[in-house]
């Protein structure tokens, strides 16, 4: 709710180091003294603080529980039955788990499409018994 605005972001594909040291430069802090026991009381403070809709504040963070997530899986087993009670037996799984709940940017309209932090794409289990 507190981001800098996207007129003052960089919309290059590329870094754009001109930008993010025009947004990191300190300048006069208008609040020194204002506010003790914050970061914001200090002489000088980074200007993409002062381009926020309320910089008195810093970030003010929503919680949305409406995003989505997809898991697609295809399981293969094989087992192999010995005499004499020995059995062979291997399984593999290929998975992809991928959700859609983070912004990349907190004026984005949509969700980022990534692979989830639980996914795990292959996973294989031999395994000897009697």
């Keep these: 709710m507190n981001a800098?605005?996207?007129q003052y972001l960089s919309s290059s594909r590329v870094r754009d180091q001109a930008n993010i040291d025009f947004l990191a430069a300190l300048v006069p802090n208008p609040f020194r003294g204002l506010l003790p026991g914050?970061?914001?009381n200090a002489a000088t403070v980074a200007r993409s603080q002062l381009l926020r809709p309320f910089p008195?504040?810093?970030?003010?963070?929503?919680?949305d529980d409406n995003g989505t997530?997809?898991?697609?899986?295809a399981q293969f087993k094989v087992e192999k039955r010995f005499t004499k009670g020995y059995t062979l037996l291997a399984a593999y799984t290929w998975s992809r788990f991928r959700e859609q709940?983070?912004?990349?940017n907190p004026h984005d309209t949509t969700y980022e499409d990534r692979p989830s932090a639980s996914d795990v794409p292959r996973t294989a289990s031999p395994s000897a018994g009697s």
């Excluded at 997530?69 to 899986?73: F, K, L, N, V």
């Excluded at 709940?101 to 990349?104: E, G, H, I, P």
């Design 4 to 6: 800098t605005p996207q």
């Design 38 to 40: 914050t970061a914001f």
């Design 56 to 63: 008195q504040f810093g970030n003010v963070r929503t919680f």
């Design 69 to 73: 997530s997809s898991y697609r899986s």
């Design 101 to 104: 709940v983070f912004q990349l």
